[in-house]
T-cell receptor
Framework: GAVVSQHPSWVICKSGTSVKIECRSL??????MFWYRQFPKQSLMLMAT?????????EQGVEKDKFLINHASLTLSTLTVTSAHPEDSSFYIC?????????????FGPGTRLTVT | AQRVTQPEKLLSVFKGAPVELKCNYS??????LFWYVQYSRQRLQLLLR??SRESIKGFTADLNKGETSFHLKKPFAQEEDSAMYYC???????????FGEGTQLTVNP
């Protein structure tokens, strides 16, 4: 149980275009989802906390207008990278917290590799 | 503020040897502590949580509030244990996880 999927697993886009990444909790409901970036051989960097039915909370230094987050249902959150630039190339990972479990554990998706050319 | 420290970036042991991955934390309240593992080219997976007091794949971790530590231990390491291990902390309900920098464990044959 506690499976999280991400789509797409990898994407290549041209500079200036927008890309949407989906994060789904497949067998549980998640009122809270998280979006991270992971750089090679480094730990995860939290970008934002996505709350179902309300606005996302962004970490300091993360541009909310550039990284649009929508958490429209208890099983889906999306991250849209707008006007992408090469420096946005990265590995984006989402996680979700099971609303019915007592634990604050997060369950992670497999990640999405974004390359901006 | 909450912080997690994993003092060893790299740890190398031989198969069958005991292994201990260190994790220290700072948090003023009652945290929930976790160990996550990331095998090569795979997603981050939850390995252990302190509230469960379980043993997974032979690994155990005990929360020591006096020393503010949550070290991960296994008495006999296996080659398949080679992976990146992250210690993480969650503070109050709903708060984000704070991760350590990770320890790359290599188990040599």
């Amino acid at each position: 149980g506690a499976v999280v999927s991400q789509h797409p697993s990898w994407v290549i886009c041209k500079s200036g275009t927008s890309v949407k990444i989906e994060c789904r909790s497949l067998d549980f409901q998640a009122t809270t989802m998280f979006w991270y970036r992971q750089f090679p051989k480094q730990s995860l960097m939290l970008m934002a906390t996505s709350n179902e039915g309300s606005k996302a909370t962004y970490e300091q230094g993360v541009e909310k207008d550039k990284f649009l987050i929508n958490h429209a249902s208890l099983t889906l959150s999306t991250l849209t990278v707008t006007s992408a630039h090469p420096e946005d190339s990265s590995f984006y990972i989402c996680s979700a917290r099971d609303r019915h479990r007592f634990s604050r554990a997060e369950y992670f998706g497999p990640g999405t590799r974004l390359t901006v050319t | 503020a909450q912080r997690v420290t994993q003092p060893e970036k790299l740890l190398s042991v031989f198969k069958g040897a005991p292994v201990e991955l260190k994790c220290n934390y700072s948090y003023s309240g009652s945290p929930e502590l976790f160990w996550y593992v990331q095998y090569s080219r795979q997603r981050l997976q939850l390995l252990l949580r302190h509230i469960s007091r379980e043993s997974i794949k032979g690994f155990t971790a005990d929360l020591n509030k006096g020393e503010t530590s949550f070290h991960l231990k296994k008495p006999f390491a296996q080659e398949e244990d080679s992976a990146m291990y992250y210690c993480a902390l969650s503070g109050t309900s709903g708060s984000r996880l704070t991760f350590g920098e990770g320890t790359q464990l290599t188990v040599n044959p």
